[in-house]
């Protein structure tokens, strides 16, 4: 399953475009994504990663640690990001993800900055 999120990190994160057919491979129509307190369904989660899009030139998302059971994987990982701005910010993360029928259902989230600007505290679940 890491290799799944990897590809899922790399593929809808990191890559620069905005591709919601790359989205509905990896993530269930009835996807819920709980970040900071905030739910997202998967229309919002488009738009959120849509909103991703016009806002960060560049992502790169490095793995700490992860842990699996069954169909659930939990990660630990930081997201550098470059902001279309021009400043940085540094994001530490930790997921519990639900897969099921090779898709992701469920996304619970805990999200904080390490480093930069304060005011993207929220970027994960900006829309």
Do not use: W
């Amino acid at each position: 399953m890491k290799h799944f999120i990897q590809q899922v990190f790399s593929e809808v994160l990191e890559n620069p475009a905005f591709d919601e057919l790359l989205i509905e491979k990896y993530f269930s129509k009835d996807y819920i994504q709980l970040v900071d307190r905030q739910q997202l369904n998967y229309q919002e989660f488009v738009l959120h990663i849509k909103k991703l899009k016009e806002k960060v030139a560049e992502q790169k998302i490095e793995f700490i640690s992860h842990a699996e059971n069954s169909n659930i994987i939990f990660t630990h990982h930081v997201v550098n990001s470059k902001l279309k701005d021009g400043s940085f910010v540094i994001h530490k993360v930790l997921a519990e993800f639900t897969i099921q029928n090779n898709k992701i259902i469920r996304c619970d989230e805990l999200t904080v900055v390490l480093e930069g600007n304060q005011a993207e505290k929220n970027l994960g679940s900006e829309m």
